[in-house]
């Protein structure tokens, strides 16, 4: 048994900049649902083989859509979206050291995506803090 608690998400302003996120991406890789960013990373980062369910399908298609890694490198733009606040922190830190690297990634955390404007019941697991 674990304990849930729930947040509201309310709907998105009606205005968000993106002014310049994607200046110069000949693609762009949308994770929506990034979880804990594994397929985010994969796009840049061959080490992440084998983690968290990321294989040789998942990069020999990057390699199909994307060319290989270094000229994905160059670009890919990566744009993730993840409601539950519990990832946020990991999401910010990768997307850190990605632009450290020179690869360019953002994270919108703690924001979920949808086909309608609106108000959603998200449920967590009681973890920790977010």
């Given at each position: 048994?674990?304990?849930?608690?729930?947040?509201?998400?309310?709907?998105?302003?009606?205005?968000m900049?993106?002014?310049?996120?994607?200046?110069?991406?000949?693609?762009?890789?949308?994770?929506?649902?990034?979880?804990?960013?594994?397929?985010?990373?994969?796009v840049?980062?061959?080490?992440?083989?084998?983690?968290?369910?990321?294989?040789?399908?998942?990069?020999?298609?990057?390699?199909?859509?994307?060319?290989?890694?270094?000229?994905?490198?160059?670009?890919?733009?990566?744009?993730?979206?993840?409601?539950?606040?519990?990832?946020?922190?990991?999401?910010?830190?990768?997307?850190?050291?990605?632009?450290?690297?020179?690869?360019?990634?953002?994270?919108?955390?703690?924001t979920?995506?949808?086909?309608?404007?609106?108000?959603?019941?998200?449920?967590?697991?009681?973890?920790?803090?977010?």
């Amino acid at each position: 048994f674990r304990s849930k608690r729930t947040e509201r998400a309310g709907p998105v302003p009606d205005r968000m900049s993106f002014d310049g996120m994607f200046d110069g991406c000949w693609h762009v890789f949308l994770d929506v649902g990034a979880n804990v960013g594994q397929q985010s990373d994969a796009v840049f980062n061959t080490t992440t083989l084998g983690e968290g369910g990321v294989g040789p399908s998942l990069l020999n298609a990057f390699e199909h859509v994307f060319g290989e890694q270094p000229e994905r490198r160059r670009s890919v733009c990566v744009l993730g979206i993840e409601a539950n606040p519990h990832h946020s922190r990991r999401l910010l830190a990768m997307q850190a050291a990605h632009r450290a690297n020179g690869w360019r990634t953002t994270f919108l955390t703690r924001t979920a995506a949808a086909n309608k404007d609106g108000w959603a019941t998200f449920y967590l697991d009681q973890i920790a803090p977010a």
